[in-house]
């Protein structure tokens, strides 16, 4: 099974420095209640697992991308901003950047999701995403919706 240099199936804020969004595109979130004080943080991503450099006659890069849900747990204190001017909304991720907190809670830092249509800061104790299939080696960013499987907020990784 050919995983475009995936490790492992289930990443954690453990693996931060290790990670990168840039261009991550999201097709779904959820802020889902939990039965607890805080709520959890659900994206739905397409994750580029690798960028793939042209070797010559092609003159564009190809990308190893993976659908992936993203999962923030114990979230508070969210702000964010959500601009749909055109009729299809494009959200792509420029950053992930995780924060120092400003008041002593280093259990609980300030994340921030910026990206082109949005913009998110929140707290959170930390998160875990889950690649929900191998990564496919295709021509753009974004998978197509049949090999993604439609939108999903599913907490599993492949096998």
């Known amino acids: 099974m050919n995983t475009g240099g995936l490790s492992k199936s289930v990443w954690t804020d453990a693996d931060f420095t290790e990670m990168g969004w840039h261009d991550a595109t999201v097709h779904g979130l959820s802020v889902q209640p939990t039965g607890e004080v805080l709520p959890r943080l659900l994206l739905d991503l397409d994750y580029l697992v690798q960028w793939v450099h042209p070797v010559p006659p092609e003159t564009y890069f190809s990308f190893w991308v993976a659908p992936a849900t993203l999962v923030f747990d114990g979230v508070w204190d969210m702000t964010g901003d959500l601009d749909f ?42 998160y875990r995403q889950y ?10 960013q974004t998978l197509p919706y049949a090999v993604r499987g439609g939108c999903a907020f599913t907490e599993v990784g492949f096998n």
């Open 85 to 126: 001017t055109g009729s299809t909304p494009d959200l792509k991720v420029d950053g992930v950047h995780r924060l120092p907190s400003d008041d002593g809670r280093e259990d609980y830092p300030l994340w921030h999701i910026e990206g082109r249509a949005f913009d998110l800061k929140f707290r959170a104790a930390g």
């Open 131 to 140: 690649f929900r299939r191998t990564p496919a080696l295709v021509a753009g």
